[in-house]
Every structure is written in C-alpha cells, then in structure tokens.
C-alpha cells in the first residue's frame, strides 16, 4: 500500500479528471451541472486527501465515489430508489443469469457511427441504472468495484446492469429500426 | 448447458464476471453454436460502443482552470489555518493570563490569585483595628445597621479584591463596619471587616483578608495549629493577632484578647463556606 502523502493531490488525482468529468456529465445531462459537480468533488477530495490511502486500484474509484456521493446528495436524493423498488431489485439479483435468458440480445449493429445514439440512449436511464452503466462502460471497472464504488451489494451491480444493458440494447435496436439500419444490413 | 441458460450467460463472459469452470463450460457450448458466439459479439460491441461514446468527451479548459483555482485557494486556506491555528491557541493562553492578572475571572480569584502579596507588619494590623474598628468605627461602604450589609461588603470586597466576599458569621458577634485600609501602599489589596460583641463588654474583632498570601513580621510571632489549620500567632502590647493562609489568601484576625480566645473565633470561619465567587444576594442568603 502506497501512502498518498508521498504524491500530491494534483499529481494523484488531476490525471484523473476527464474520466470523472465523463462519468458527471453522463449522470448530470448537463454540462453546467456536471462541472458543478466535479468541481465539488474535487474540492471535497482535496480536503480528504490526508485521510486518502491507496489502495489497490489507486485513487480513481475513490474520485468516482466521491462524485457518485456528490451527485445523489445534490440532485437525485428524491429520485434514488424507495425501498420497494430496492427490494425489488434484490430479488431481481437473485434470479439475474435466468432472467437474462429470457432477455433480447443487443441488435446486430454497427456501432461505429452510433456514438450519439449511445450517449442518448444512457442518458435516458434511470439514476440508478445509469450510474452502474456508466462505471462499466466508462472506465471498465469489475462488478466488485462498481460495488465499491456505489456502496451497493454485487447483486445490485449486476441487477442492475442487466436492467441497464437490456434498456440500451432496446433503444438502440429501436433507432435502427427507425432508421432503417437493420435492413440496411440485413 | 440449456441454450437459455448459456445466453443469459453471455454478458458476464462478455464482461469476464464469469468464473474459469463456467466460462469452460460456455465457451465449449459457443464452439458448436456460431449464433451464440454472435450474440457473445455483440454484448462485447455494445460495451465497446458505450466506452467509445462516453470517452469521447474532452474536459472543457474553463474547468480545468477553475478547478485549478479551486485547489489552489483551498490549498492556501489550509495553510492560513495551520499558521492562525497555534497563533489563536497562543493567543487564547495570553488572554486568559491578562484575565487572571486583572482579576476579572473571579472563580479563579479565589482559588489561584497571586500566592505572595508581600509583607506587612503587625503594628499595621493593630494600628487599622484601633484606629477603624475600636476608635473611628469606620465604615465607608455604609454597611452598618443596612439590611444588605453582607451585599454590600460583597461589592466591597469585589471592588478591592476583585471576588465578593461574604461575610462570615461570628457567634455572639455583629457586623459593624467595612473598609479597605490596611496598606497605604496600597499594594496589597485588603478588605477589612469588624464586628462587636453583643455583650457587655463589647469586644471589637477585626478581620482582614487579603488578596494573595502576606508575611507578617513580627519578633514575638509563633506559631500554632489547632483543628488542622496553621496559625500565625501574635500578641503585641496587649492585642492578640492571628494569621492564617487559605485559598491563597491571608486570613488575620485581631482583637484584643487572648490569642487562644481569638484562635477559637478563628476557628469558626470556614473559608469555603463564606468565600466564594457567588453573586452578592446568593451570599447574603447564605448569611441566613
């Protein structure tokens, strides 16, 4: 284990601020707020910094749990899950591998040009779901340490990304068949 | 392996969630099914799409600068505090020793003054008693025949020891006066509190407290303890002279009797009961 007193914050954390400005904007959908919310996070990190040790992924879950912390206290408190729908949740961890079988398979597309297309399509999820979509598909993190980061069970991790990753598939295979892109492959 | 069972289970081998044993056992299942490994394909597409669609956004150079400042003024705020920190602490012990020395923190007065006043004579004791209590019945502070004497000496006493005082209670005595005079000097801070016998004869005894201990001087001086306290004893041209040290005060009783007569006035005055930092109407009430 490093200690972080040996690198400064800038040298530590800087490094890091496109993949959190990334993960903010995604989760605020506006780059004011999203600016808002690194600047924020920054600030409280930098303040923590001496109580930060390393660990073994280094210092950038911590970032991205401060911010995930950031963001859910200052804008999504009243949109964070209830209880019920928590629950409901845990029993979808459960029974996750089988309900994935029952579940679509993402379109035969090409993605290259779909950038935009993929960006909306996250930014239409739910709090909850987009948050884990976006530490996976982002920074591709293990589902131990998208758990870590969100203070959730791995169940939880991979309820909800089954949700998530089912929803992007949809969307996606709904704006090709709008636009005629699986005929046009097909 | 169920087809269902192996589908569902794609994402996580897309994902390497799944564990050796399983993935064997799903990647023997794909090796015969070409639309399985498809499918396995295009979960992997979909996490490379979303990585290339969320990774492509640049941090806008007006963060970065503010973010920099933001570090920056927070870097030296910590630094104002680590230097103003100690500095308030210092600072804080200095007041406070100001305060002490000023006597304005009274519940200190009383139990850490100054331990050493300075030195007096006997004569100066005897001399105040004849001249205020015996002769003069000095009494500035109007105390005598004032339903709130004991509030009044307590103002008294607060004015020149900077801690009200109250007044303690002789049997068979009365107070009869009040004054400050003991040092010309004025040096040595002291109240002075007389009372009379209620008695025939009408003995007059005084008693001065002083704020600090005082040494007083005296060729005849002895010494003396009785019920556990120290006494200075003194008998000079027929007036006897009792001194004791409590609460880092000088307590001395004169009269003109006997030392042991005034050793068992003394011993009467409990100086916790009567000495306090308590405002004046509390004490008077403690008076009775």
Request: aromatic share 6%; charged share 25%; glycine share 6%.
């Amino acid at each position: 284990m490093t200690d972080a007193t040996e690198l400064t914050f800038e040298e530590l954390a800087v490094p890091h601020l496109a993949t959190v400005y990334r993960v903010a904007k995604r989760l605020a959908r506006r780059n004011d707020v999203a600016e808002d919310l690194v600047q924020e996070t920054y600030l409280k990190a930098f303040r923590a910094f001496g109580r930060f040790e390393m660990r073994e992924f280094g210092i950038r879950p911590w970032l991205l749990k401060i911010l995930h912390n950031t963001f859910l206290n200052r804008y999504a408190r009243e949109q964070r899950a209830p209880k019920a729908t928590d629950q409901a949740t845990l029993e979808q961890t459960r029974e996750a591998p089988n309900a994935a079988a029952a579940s679509e398979a993402p379109p035969e597309l090409d993605f290259e040009d779909l950038d935009e297309e993929v960006k909306a399509a996250i930014d239409g999820l739910a709090d909850e779901f987009r948050s884990v979509l976006l530490l996976w598909a982002t920074m591709e993190l293990s589902y131990q340490e998208i758990a870590d980061i969100l203070s959730v069970p791995i169940g939880t991790v991979m309820s909800r990304l089954h949700r998530a990753r089912q929803q992007l598939a949809r969307k996606l295979k709904d704006y090709a068949a709008e636009h005629g892109l699986v005929e046009r492959r097909s | 392996m169920e087809t269902n069972e192996v589908r569902g289970l794609l994402p996580l081998l897309a994902d390497g969630e799944l564990d050796a044993g399983q993935a064997v056992e799903v990647e023997a299942v794909l090796a015969t099914r070409p639309d399985l490994q498809a499918e396995l394909d295009r979960w992997r597409a979909l996490r490379q799409a979303a990585h290339r669609g969320l990774t492509a956004e640049t941090v806008p150079a007006a963060l970065q600068a503010r973010l920099a400042a933001t570090v920056q003024r927070e870097r030296n705020r910590s630094r104002i505090l680590r230097l103003v920190g100690p500095l308030s602490a210092v600072a804080a012990v200095v007041v406070f020793a100001l305060v002490l020395q000023q006597g304005l923190f009274s519940t200190d007065r009383v139990g850490g003054g100054a331990t050493f006043a300075g030195q007096l004579v006997a004569d100066q004791f005897v001399r105040v008693h004849e001249h205020c209590a015996v002769s003069r019945k000095h009494d500035p502070f109007g105390v005598v025949g004032q339903a709130d004497a004991a509030a009044l000496i307590a103002d008294a006493s607060d004015c020149k020891l900077n801690v009200p005082l109250t007044v303690p209670e002789l049997r068979g005595f009365a107070v009869r006066g009040c004054c400050g005079c003991l040092d010309r000097s004025k040096q040595i801070k002291a109240i002075h509190v007389y009372y009379e016998e209620d008695a025939p004869n009408q003995a007059v005894v005084s008693l001065f407290v002083t704020d600090g201990v005082v040494k007083i001087a005296c060729d005849k001086a002895r010494s003396d303890r009785v019920n556990g306290r120290s006494y200075q004893v003194i008998e000079l041209h027929g007036t006897g002279l009792v001194k004791w040290d409590e609460k880092l005060r000088s307590y001395t009783m004169v009269a003109r009797l006997n030392p042991q007569q005034l050793e068992q006035l003394a011993n009467q005055i409990r100086v916790a009961g009567w000495l306090c930092s308590q405002p004046p109407m509390a004490m008077a009430t403690s008076r009775k």
